[in-house]
């Protein structure tokens, strides 16, 4: 009965064991089988040797996901392109430089801002990954004629590529120049020239310098230009003690300007405190006697407004005597015996005949 009752304990915890294990399995690994993942894919137009299924993605050095497959779309969409398909995940803490509720959203508008996928090696071991980055030169332009089933992230060529390209381009140009005529063209250039007459002229300069220098040398020991230099010399020491001679003045008469000025000011401050209260005194003054100016222009205005017919009626009499008078100087003039009050002389007739 002892027996029985130890098998049926041990068979009763290797139960308990395996369903605790199963349990464990089941809360560890729940969360990966029920986890969703979010797809992207890119196009290569260069070989991506080292790129393996697994290989991380980063974005600036940190892990934003890993490679899933790499096939070609001709495999899959099936089309003909000579292009290399790679399709990657993205982990939800995916947030490459951007805000949003899901990596695809986040993606998506990194994408628009610039955002491009590029192959980078992990130093010597020629193993691949997939690194993310918003570059200036941007993306390359791939034709694609389909419809990508998972997020499109444009790539663009990798460092080791763009090197390559640089050097075939460098070859192609060497290999298009024309060394035998650049060769045929040094040679007859150097035909061309002749040598001897160069050389000639050459020495003739020489010669030339050699004598110049010599001319200036003994120009320069010459007792004329000595004497030039000392007497330079000599003026500088006397312009020195002259302008040393001037500091004690100068200063003097900057002294007294100074001094004329503080005169000035204060005379100037004086006049003003003396003469502020009467100008304004006087200022009061012309303003009261423009006040009656005005005043006494209004009321001749009105007056000449209100007696314009006496005045005009007056004018007009004035005229009159003025003529009366006139014409009476005139007769006066001519028969001054009016005075006397003496007829005037009766006006002379003309006769058609002869006086006797």
Same mark, same amino acid.
């Given at each position: 009965?002892?027996? @029985?009752s130890?098998?049926?304990k #041990?068979?009763l %915890? $290797?139960?308990l064991?395996?369903a605790?294990?199963? *349990?464990?399995l089941?809360?560890?690994?729940a969360?990966?089988?029920?986890k969703?993942?979010?797809?992207?894919?890119?196009?290569?137009?260069?070989?991506?040797?080292?790129?393996n299924?697994g290989?991380?993605?980063?974005?600036k050095?940190?892990?934003?996901?890993a490679?899933?497959?790499?096939?070609?779309?001709?495999?899959?969409?099936d089309?003909a392109?000579n292009?290399?398909?790679v399709t990657?995940?993205?982990?939800?803490d995916c947030?490459?430089?951007q805000?949003g509720?899901n990596p695809?959203?986040?993606?998506k @508008?990194a994408?628009?801002d610039? #955002?491009?996928? %590029? $192959?980078?090696?992990?130093?010597l071991?020629g193993? *691949?990954?997939l690194?993310t980055d918003y570059?200036k030169n941007?993306?390359?332009d791939?034709q694609i004629?389909?419809?990508?089933?998972?997020?499109?992230?444009?790539?663009?060529?990798?460092?080791?590529?763009?090197v390559s390209?640089?050097?075939?381009?460098?070859?192609e140009?060497l290999?298009s120049?024309?060394?035998?005529?650049?060769?045929n063209?040094l040679?007859?250039l150097?035909k061309g020239l002749?040598?001897t007459k160069?050389?000639a002229q050459?020495?003739?300069?020489?010669?030339e310098?050699?004598q110049?220098? @010599?001319?200036l040398?003994?120009? #320069?020991?010459?007792?004329r230009?000595?004497?030039i230099l000392?007497?330079?010399?000599s003026?500088?020491?006397?312009?020195?003690?002259i302008v040393h001679?001037?500091?004690v003045?100068?200063?003097?008469?900057?002294?007294?300007?100074?001094?004329a000025?503080?005169?000035f000011?204060?005379?100037a401050?004086?006049?003003?405190q003396?003469?502020?209260?009467?100008?304004g005194?006087?200022?009061?003054?012309?303003?009261?006697?423009l006040a009656?100016?005005?005043k006494?222009?209004?009321?001749?205005?009105?007056?000449?407004w209100?007696?314009?017919?006496?005045?005009?009626?007056t004018?007009?009499?004035?005229?009159d005597?003025?003529?009366n008078l006139?014409?009476?100087?005139?007769e006066?003039?001519?028969?001054?015996?009016?005075?006397?009050?003496e007829?005037?002389p009766?006006?002379?007739?003309?006769t058609s005949?002869?006086?006797?």
């Open positions: 009965m002892t027996q @029985k130890n098998y049926f #041990l068979g %915890f $290797l139960i064991a395996f605790l294990a199963a *349990a464990m089941i809360a560890f690994g969360g990966q089988f029920l969703t993942e979010t797809l992207a894919e890119t196009y290569f137009n260069e070989s991506v040797q080292g790129l299924i290989s991380e993605v980063k974005y050095g940190v892990k934003i996901g490679v899933k497959s790499i096939t070609t779309p001709t495999k899959v969409y089309v392109s292009y290399v398909l990657f995940s993205l982990s939800e947030y490459v430089g805000t509720k695809a959203e986040r993606m @508008k994408v628009g610039g #955002l491009c996928v %590029f $192959l980078s090696f992990n130093g071991t193993s *691949a990954y690194e570059k941007g993306p390359d791939l004629t389909w419809t990508p089933e998972n997020l499109y992230v444009p790539s663009r060529s990798s460092n080791i590529k763009q390209d640089a050097i075939s381009r460098a070859m140009t290999g120049l024309d060394l035998q005529k650049m060769k063209d040679s007859a150097l002749n040598i160069v050389s050459a020495e003739g300069l020489l010669k310098l050699r110049t220098n @010599k001319d040398a003994k120009i #320069l020991s010459s007792g230009v000595q004497q000392t007497d330079t010399g003026s500088v020491a006397d312009l020195k003690q001679r001037a500091k003045p100068i200063k003097q008469t900057l002294a007294d300007i100074n001094a000025s503080g005169s000011k204060r005379m401050t004086g006049l003003e003396d003469y502020e209260g009467k100008l005194e006087m200022s009061k003054k012309m303003d009261t006697v009656n100016l005005e006494t222009s209004r009321l001749l205005e009105n007056m000449i209100t007696n314009a017919d006496v005045i005009e009626k004018i007009g009499n004035l005229e005597t003025t003529d006139n014409q009476f100087t005139r006066l003039r001519a028969y001054p015996g009016r005075i006397l009050m007829a005037p009766a006006p002379k007739t003309s005949g002869k006086e006797k």
